[in-house]
């Protein structure tokens, strides 16, 4: 399967890239292709609102910025990963905006399957993020292959890298 990751930490040796990091060596162990892009490192502005994209743009948003990167990615994935640090209760800013640029093409055509990594320093901090992932999954008809948190304890450790082979296996 063809699978791209969005890991949206700034902190480059941090515990939502490590996640990120052990899920793209499990799948591609597993034989499949995957392409992990750092979206903390792009910019990507948020949605305008203009709807430009559903009239004059035939699907294409006017923004020109490093989205344009992502757009070709997310056309021919067939899962679709989301790696985001919780800072305050829900994903991160950088995960929201290549999220919420893709009301310009309503769905990706590919995307099937998803999951969900987040790391924090804090338990019980997840409800939110989860929330929003599974509306996506829903209205992107995809199916969650599963969802896995670190909290601080957690963050690094042989048994948060067994989970995210587990989700790996549901692919």
């Given at each position: 399967m063809n699978i791209l990751i969005l890991q949206a930490s700034p902190r480059a040796n941090g515990s939502t890239a490590w996640m990120a990091a052990e899920y793209k060596k499990a799948a591609e162990a597993a034989g499949h292709q995957v392409t992990l892009v750092n979206v903390s490192r792009k910019k990507i502005a948020g949605c305008l609102a203009c709807e430009y994209c559903h009239n004059k743009g035939n699907g294409a948003c006017i923004q020109k910025d490093d989205m344009q990167e992502l757009y070709p990615l997310m056309a021919e994935a067939e899962v679709l990963v989301l790696a985001a640090p919780i800072y305050y209760f829900t994903l991160c800013a950088q995960i929201q905006a290549p999220i919420q640029r893709m009301y310009c093409v309503n769905a990706p055509a590919k995307v099937k399957k998803m999951a969900?990594?987040?790391?924090?320093?804090?338990?019980?901090?997840?409800?939110?993020?989860t929330a929003e992932y599974h509306d996506i999954c829903n209205y992107w008809h995809a199916e969650d292959t599963g969802i896995v948190t670190a909290k601080i304890d957690e963050q690094k450790t042989d048994e948060t890298s067994q989970k995210i082979q587990a989700i790996v296996k549901n692919l």
């Open positions: 969900l990594l987040m790391s924090s320093y804090s338990p019980g901090v997840y409800s939110g993020a």
